[in-house]
């Protein structure tokens, strides 16, 4: 047990802030649409060429092949620097990238996992379905084989970033007289193959985050399977550690400077007395204390994935306690915005803390809601029975 | 001793939501991603429904109601999230009463002038014979007047003196926001907090329609619980939603019964009666608020989408509690205020 970087680490870390010095965009991202695409694309590519993409994937696909805790460094260094968010990249490298790298094929590592890091392809995600969400297993989108072929009807939905995506990582019932677990296969979707079509939905925040996409005989080659036919669920636990365990290593990074911002808000904003600092109001002061320290707390949370990920390659169930704390205290700082803001906070403005606010809800309930990482927390690492009710 | 709602308060209720439901059905709101401000027939109905002078005496021109009745009145107005301009049309006839107005509150009570609330945005505003300082007007695209709200009291102006303000996208898209800076504007009349203890109507007021939110709200999330099914169950039969539930249900009642208390306490001019007002205004601003977060997230995916009602609930329950004075300001009196005996 120790704190201290090595002195490899920390030659690291400098060249990393040299770099994200010249090179971070100076340019805000556009909100949406194809020019987003663009931008979260070509902030890859820079990234990409300046020798940082994939700092711990392996360097045989294009990565870095360093140990994560570099990875960490760089987000740390990327959130010190401002530098945008993965945006668009999010699916590829943070869990479809690693899966293939954990599941895939040779042939399907080395076209996809280089394209990911170039920002030449976008991946997103179709699990979900209308009727199956947090009861993922129930899907229904059905996969037949045909020769080479699967051929694939069905639909997805809540799929984020559909519109920007070439591909996808799909599931698809592919048994349908097997175990609810049993059937299921992991596929490799072309978005631009026939029959599949996307239609964005709009969500509270006005935008459209997500997408349902629909599968009508659709042609999968059979090589773009991940995992054996029907071994899909057994992929599908390394995608979801992956979501729930490194994903959101960047937004657990990027809040400690969200929560260093809130206090800038509280110390420039008149507070409840109308008269001092919201910052000098005992209430707001006390709630902000704590937050700096729960923030503080996942920090630390992270560190232990870290640590533990230099010891595992696939990240284990806690991993379901940092995104169940990450989500609760993201909603949490939102709400001491609101608070700080008074009235204010009807204002709405794009980048604004009302719309954090309204997305922070995202959190609460993407990559299974906080309900499902309790029931993970309780079950899979305390050992709980599995509450009976659930089939 | 009766809190409940007797036969005619009940008649109210129901007469109420029966209108309610073909006026203002939730499915107006996907109608448009604007404000769509109360036509000028259906306020005109509203004023022959005899609302806006419901619970002032029928010597002053009113119905002859009371506070009690409007607050069954605005419950049901905060369930189908009802424009706020009803609430600002009651508080400004009694403002126009006060101040011996009687033609202007005459006016208001026959539905020929329709009213907006502006709530204060700093504290150097001042409210009195003259008006200064920024003001939050609230569903203000199509009114005659503006009732403008501070601790200080209420004084009403003309929409047209206030010219042209800053409207700035709310929150709540269905929520016309307009920010306006007002300097030595006469008030056509002004009432005082104390007066007729108006401020505390006005909390009360505020209160029951958050209350009717909140209620709304955990109706809505129990339905779909029900409904919804998941692991071959409807989710309801999970704890983590059924005690969701549960608890969205423990909020309406706390807040339910505080504010019908508060209407009775201040209706009846009790020494509580600025407490229980000011109570009944955190209360309900709480359960509102929270159950507006839990509704979204029984909904999971759905409830973070624009085409489900969820959000529109939580964007609405922000909007109200910004209303008659701040946490800061109810918390004080809270605190400080003689509470019941
Ligand atoms: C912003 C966002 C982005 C998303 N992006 C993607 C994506 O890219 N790809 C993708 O495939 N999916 C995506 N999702 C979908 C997400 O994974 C699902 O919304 C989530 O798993 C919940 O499923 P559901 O919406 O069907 O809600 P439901 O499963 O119907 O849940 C409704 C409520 O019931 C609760 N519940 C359900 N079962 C239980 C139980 N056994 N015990 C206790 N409580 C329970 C839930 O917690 C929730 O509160 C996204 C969702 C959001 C909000």
């Known amino acids: 047990m120790d704190l201290d970087l090595s002195s490899e680490d920390e030659r690291f870390r400098e060249e990393v802030r040299d770099w994200l010095h010249e090179n971070v965009p100076k340019e805000p991202a556009p909100p949406y649409g194809p020019e987003y695409r663009e931008y979260c694309r070509q902030w890859q590519r820079t990234q990409f060429e300046g020798g940082w993409a994939g700092i711990s994937w392996p360097s045989e696909y294009g990565g870095c092949g360093l140990p994560p805790i570099r990875q960490m460094i760089w987000h740390q260094e990327n959130a010190r620097a401002n530098a945008p968010a993965v945006g668009v990249n999010f699916v590829g490298l943070n869990h479809g990238g690693p899966t293939l790298i954990a599941c895939g094929t040779e042939e399907q590592k080395a076209y996809h996992l280089p394209r990911i890091l170039r920002g030449d392809i976008v991946w997103c995600q179709g699990f979900s379905e209308p009727s199956a969400g947090s009861d993922l297993a129930a899907l229904k989108t059905r996969g037949v084989v045909d020769g080479d072929d699967l051929v694939v009807n069905g639909q997805k939905i809540w799929t984020s970033y559909a519109e920007h995506a070439d591909f996808q990582e799909l599931l698809v019932r592919t048994d349908p007289d097997a175990s609810k677990h049993g059937g299921i296969s992991w596929l490799i979707c072309d978005m631009n193959l026939p029959g599949v079509e996307v239609r964005p939905i709009k969500t509270m925040t006005g935008h459209s985050h997500f997408s349902e996409v629909f599968y009508t005989d659709v042609r999968i080659p059979l090589s773009n399977m991940v995992g054996e036919l029907n071994d899909g669920w057994r992929v599908t636990m390394a995608t979801l550690s992956f979501e729930r365990g490194t994903a959101f290593m960047s937004g657990q990074i990027e809040l400690a400077k969200v929560v260093e911002s809130l206090i800038e808000l509280a110390k420039n904003t008149t507070g409840p007395d109308g008269r001092r600092p919201a910052i000098q109001d005992d209430g707001i002061a006390r709630s902000l204390g704590m937050i700096r320290a729960e923030v503080s707390a996942l920090r630390c949370l992270t560190l232990a994935s870290i640590s533990r990920a230099l010891e595992s390659e696939m990240p284990g169930p806690e991993g379901s306690i940092t995104k169940l704390f990450y989500a609760d205290l993201s909603m949490r700082v939102r709400q001491l915005a609101l608070e700080i803001l008074g009235g204010q906070a009807l204002e709405r403005t794009p980048q604004g803390w009302t719309n954090e606010y309204l997305g922070a809800f995202n959190v609460a309930i993407g990559g299974g809601t906080s309900e499902i990482q309790r029931n993970i927390i309780g079950e899979r690492v305390l050992g709980l029975p599995r509450d009976r009710n659930r089939k | ?341």
């Open chain 2, 1 to 341: 001793m009766n809190l409940l709602p007797d036969s005619q308060q009940q008649e109210i209720i129901d007469a109420t939501a029966g209108f309610l439901e073909s006026e203002f059905p939730l499915s107006r709101l996907h109608e448009s991603e604007e404000p769509v401000p109360i036509s000028r027939e259906l306020w005109q109905t509203m004023a022959e429904l005899g609302w806006f002078g419901l619970g002032l005496s029928e010597e002053l021109g009113g119905t002859g109601f009371t506070l009690a009745e409007e607050a069954l009145l605005f419950r049901e107005l905060g369930r189908v999230l009802a424009p706020t301009n009803v609430l600002a049309a009651s508080l400004a006839v009694r403002v126009a009463s006060l101040a011996h107005q009687s033609e202007l509150a005459e006016s208001i009570i026959g539905g020929n002038q329709r009213v907006a609330i502006a709530e204060t945005a700093d504290m150097e505003s001042t409210l009195g014979e003259n008006v200064t300082g920024r003001f939050r007007c609230i569903d203000g695209s199509d009114v005659e007047l503006v009732l403008c709200s501070s601790a200080q009291g209420f004084a009403l102006v003309t929409r047209d003196a206030l010219g042209q303000g800053d409207v700035v996208p709310c929150m709540d898209e269905h929520t016309h926001l307009e920010i306006f800076d007002i300097g030595g504007l006469p008030a056509l009349a002004f009432a005082p907090t104390e007066m007729d203890s108006i401020q505390n109507r006005g909390s009360v007021l505020a209160a029951s329609m958050l209350v009717g939110s909140s209620e709304a709200a955990r109706d809505q999330a129990t339905e779909y619980a029900k409904e919804r099914q998941q692991f071959g169950k409807p989710i309801g039969v999970f704890q983590a939603i059924k005690h969701k539930c549960a608890d969205m249900a423990s909020r309406c009642e706390a807040a339910t019964w505080q504010t019908f208390y508060a209407a009775l306490a201040v209706r009846d001019g009790h020494a509580d009666a600025t407490f229980q007002a000011s109570a009944a205004k955190l209360l309900s601003a709480k359960a509102a608020t929270e159950n507006g977060q839990a509704n979204i997230l029984v909904h999971g995916g759905y409830g973070v989408t624009a085409e489900y009602d969820a959000h529109l609930f939580l964007k609405r329950s922000h909007v109200l509690d910004l209303l008659i004075g701040t946490h800061g300001e109810h918390l004080t009196r809270v605190l400080h205020e003689p509470t019941a005996a």
